[in-house]
């Protein structure tokens, strides 16, 4: 539907509850790398964003394991960062 904006993605955690503000994600063979930015909306954590590092398979289902990225898949993925400028920024501030 032309003009409609799409419903955020949640998420659910022990400490609280929220959106995915923003969300890096590429394709590979093997599963979907993600890195995303967690904005808490509710409970302990209300009003904190936290980043997650994940992964998803191939039909969208988020997968509870370690995110495990390819070498070769790295310019991929700094490339899906570039339109998130809040998540950049934080991630700037973990390799300085």
Do not use: V
Request: hydrophobic share 35%; proline share 5%; charged share 25%.
């Amino acid at each position: 539907m032309k003009g409609s904006r799409r419903q955020p993605k949640t998420f659910s955690l022990h400490w609280g509850r929220g959106i995915i503000e923003e969300e890096a994600q590429i394709g590979t063979p093997y599963h979907r790398p993600t890195i995303q930015l967690l904005k808490f909306l509710q409970g302990q954590a209300a009003g904190t964003y936290e980043i997650r590092f994940c992964h998803y398979d191939h039909r969208g289902r988020f997968q509870r394991s370690p995110l495990i990225i390819d070498e070769k898949n790295i310019p991929a993925l700094r490339k899906a960062l570039q339109s998130t400028l809040k998540l950049k920024r934080l991630l700037s501030r973990l390799a300085s």
